[in-house]
């Protein structure tokens, strides 16, 4: 089992940047009103983790997993502790300074896809270039086809998302989340709506940016895929219960 602090890395390349870990939580807290009373989902969370790791979060529905990843990705504030991802407080930031953030650093992938219906797959993959203002405007449709190409979908980049599977706009919104180039990706249950074919395919697009430099946190309740990732930390009742390590050589065979 590992010593829950992060600091070690399951791809062999140690923190990445030389400035710490790329996620740092600390004594986290998350609580809920309920009615006159309130109910916790996290109770003092800490751990981190390095650049260029590939992270599984596991655990019973409704432990706070998800809760945790909002915490991360600033969606939601936590009750009490820090939260710093890439090096931003991001507990601290104001809303405007968290949607700038996220365009820069981060690219989450939802279990649902939350593809715009009205726009092509292509369209999609540019949206996050438009509004982060990223790349010059002639260079983002080269750089979203480019993504559709890796994802192995630029023969469907101008089918409207409903004309193709889900896999296939899971695909697309991978291509979306990295659109931007950010350091970290965050996937919440990104296999959980697809069939086991197209979450094998997912997968091993993920192993692909991890080994590419990518930082990889994901919520996930398949167990098998959770058994292939190389560090696992698991949460039980708003805690950490386990975080180990499968491994290089483990990690390295699959």
Excluded at 5 to 25: D, L
Excluded at 100 to 117: A, V
């Amino acid at each position: 089992m590992a010593n829950g602090n992060g600091n070690g890395n399951g791809n062999g390349n140690g923190n990445g940047n030389g400035h710490g870990p790329i996620v740092q939580v600390r004594d986290l807290v998350k609580s809920f009103p309920v009615g006159d009373s309130e109910i916790t989902i996290l109770k003092g969370i800490t751990f981190s983790v390095a650049n260029g790791e590939f992270v599984s979060i596991v655990g019973p529905s409704g432990n706070g997993k998800s809760t945790l990843l909002n915490m991360i990705t600033g969606i939601d504030r936590p009750t009490q502790g820090e939260v710093t991802v890439t090096g931003s407080q991001v507990n601290k930031m104001s809303e405007d300074q968290l949607a700038r953030w996220r365009g820069e650093n981060l690219g989450i992938i939802f279990q649902f896809f939350q593809m715009l219906p009205g726009l092509s797959l292509l369209n999609n993959v540019i949206l996050p270039m438009d509004l982060a203002n990223k790349y010059k405007p002639p260079e983002r449709r080269e750089r979203a086809m480019q993504l559709l190409e890796m994802v192995g979908l630029a023969d469907q980049a101008n089918k409207l998302p409903a004309l193709v599977s889900g896999g296939q706009q899971q695909r697309a919104a991978i291509a979306r989340a990295l659109a931007n180039n950010p350091p970290m990706i965050v996937a919440d249950e990104p296999t959980g709506n697809l069939d086991s074919a197209s979450a094998r395919i997912i997968f091993d697009l993920f192993r692909q940016l991890v080994k590419d430099g990518k930082t990889l946190l994901m919520v996930t309740h398949d167990k098998e895929l959770a058994r292939q990732v190389p560090r696992k930390i698991e949460i039980m009742d708003g805690r950490i219960t386990r975080d180990e390590y499968i491994g290089i050589g483990e990690w390295a065979g699959h």
